[in-house]
């Protein structure tokens, strides 16, 4: 069974935040949550991970609900470069079988 | 720093021919992994490895040989292609494999194409 559930698509208008759900109503205790992006057919580039306290850097932000079960994703001032299929992963450890890339959000940023 | 480098962009194989995808990277990673991509799915894990020397499988390692021999590079070797493994390859490497320094980079993918 998947870890997380994540809509299929979602749009934003550009200048605007784009809040994107995650849920992963099973994650244990010291499994921490991870946000990629596939940008096109480029490679995945990290976002940002968070275990329980949210967290900023210069690219998002990363809200954790207190149960853990949930968290969103929010692009602060959306670009139409932030067009992209957006993963949401849970897990331990940043690699192995355990880093499971599921099929994401493919967000659409509008002009 | 190139990052995660990989070659070639680009390749069309017949089916039961031979080849190796190469990786290298230059940050002096001791995680590495390879991945593929079919149209309209997300990643899934060939092969991962923890350090030189070391590998191990992923989801979908069938038809796929990997060796690390030295830090920098982690080879992908299809040994009989097969129209199946048709998709794009992306290879991975973190510093770490987890707490709180976690980024994962990927290259640029190589795309494969079996006929």
């Known amino acids: 069974d998947a870890k997380t559930t994540q809509p299929p698509s979602m749009d934003c208008a550009e200048g605007r935040a784009a809040n994107l759900p995650c849920n992963h109503s099973?994650?244990?205790?010291?499994?921490?949550v991870y946000w990629y992006r596939q940008i096109h057919s480029q490679g995945p580039q990290y976002i940002i991970h968070?275990?329980?306290n949210n967290e900023t850097n210069e690219m998002a932000s990363l809200i954790i609900t207190e149960d853990r079960k949930s968290s969103t994703l929010i692009l602060p001032h959306a670009t139409l470069r932030d067009t992209a299929v957006y993963y949401c992963?849970?897990?331990?450890?940043?690699?192995?079988?355990?880093?499971?890339f599921g099929p994401g959000t493919r967000l659409s940023v509008l002009p | 720093n190139a990052g995660v480098t990989q070659t070639p962009k680009f390749q069309v194989l017949k089916t039961g021919q031979s080849m190796t995808l190469q990786c290298a990277q230059d940050m002096n990673h001791e995680y590495m992994s390879w991945y593929r991509q079919d149209p309209g799915m997300g990643l899934r894990l060939i092969h991962y490895s923890v350090g030189a020397g070391i590998t191990d499988q992923g989801e979908v390692p069938n038809g796929y040989n990997v060796s690390r021999s030295t830090t920098e590079d982690f080879p992908l070797r299809l040994l009989s292609a097969a129209p199946s493994q048709t998709s794009v390859y992306f290879c991975?490497?973190?510093?770490?494999?987890?707490?709180?320094?976690?980024?994962?980079?990927f290259g640029p993918g190589t795309r494969l194409t079996v006929l």
């Open positions: 968070g275990l329980k």
């Open positions: 992963i849970v897990s331990l450890d940043n690699y192995g079988q355990n880093f499971v």
């Open positions: 099973t994650i244990s205790g010291n499994e921490y």
């Open positions: 991975a490497s973190s510093l770490t494999g987890g707490g709180p320094y976690n980024e994962q980079f």
